[in-house]
T-cell receptor
Framework: AQSVTQLGSHVSVSEGALVLLRCNYS??????LFWYVQYPNQGLQLLLK??????LVKGINGFEAEFKKSETSFHLTKPSAHMSDAAEYFC?????????????FGTGTQLKVEL | DGGITQSPKYLFRKEGQNVTLSCEQN?????MYWYRQDPGQGLRLIYY???????QKGDIAEGYSVSREKKESFPLTVTSAQKNPTAFYLC??????????FGEGSRLTVL
């Protein structure tokens, strides 16, 4: 079984400040990890993904995440927040073999960016 | 453009009625998924299909049904047996490295 925990359902930062959204996962096999962003009344858009190889993954819109196996974490960061980053962010985990490759999502973190 | 098309975007239903949400993809993906989204609960898997003419129940399949007669299409029917159907429904297909590509969603409201 696999699961995802996102710490903090709401995060607020000032424009220009560091964004840090936390994600911890549980998986019985080496996982694939994903971050998605959702704007109101829209579908989810892939920000970045980790499958194998380099543990620091760069995504769209200046976001990046680091896979830390020892900490079972995949936190999302962005050096400088922009107003357009305000959205809901979801971390997800999948097992690359078996189980229909289902993604399990966290409950989401709403990011607010203030002037 | 390639992608996932969901329709309708907004749908209203009276209690006791079945409704069908459409999901079409032109990405040539084998696997497709339906998720339900409620505030504060993230996404929960309803049904998924890994190949044409085959599908499996997800975590919250009760009150829902699906079919997969064509690779491009994976419609979801919300039946009258679903006790709390008001939600945002998301359809997705799976790419080669496990990522999901999502449609824009369908918001169902029961009157």
């Amino acid at each position: 079984a696999q699961s995802v925990t996102q710490l903090g359902s709401h995060v607020s930062v000032s424009e220009g400040a560091l964004v840090l959204l936390r994600c911890n996962y549980s998986s019985s096999v080496p996982p694939y990890l994903f971050w998605y962003v959702q704007y109101p009344n829209q579908g989810l858009q892939l920000l970045l993904k980790y499958t194998t190889g380099a543990t620091l993954v760069k995504g769209i819109n200046g976001f990046e995440a680091e896979f830390k196996k020892s900490e079972t974490s995949f936190h999302l960061t962005k050096p400088s927040a922009h107003m357009s980053d305000a959205a809901e962010y979801f971390c997800a985990v999948s097992a690359p073999t078996g189980g229909g490759n289902k993604l399990t999502f966290g409950t989401g973190t709403q990011l607010k960016v203030e002037l | 453009d390639g992608g996932i098309t969901q329709s309708p975007k907004y749908l209203f239903r009276k209690e006791g009625q079945n409704v069908t949400l459409s999901c079409e993809q032109n990405l040539n993906h084998d696997a497709m998924y339906w998720y339900r989204q409620d505030p504060g609960q993230g996404l929960r898997l309803i049904y998924y299909s890994q190949i044409v003419n085959d599908f499996q129940k997800g975590d919250i399949a009760e009150g829902y049904s699906v079919s997969r007669e064509k690779k491009e299409s994976f419609p979801l029917t919300v039946t009258s047996a679903q006790k709390n159907p008001t939600a945002f429904y998301l359809c997705a297909s799976r790419g080669n490295t496990g990522e999901l590509f999502f449609g824009e969603g369908s918001r169902l409201t029961v009157l």
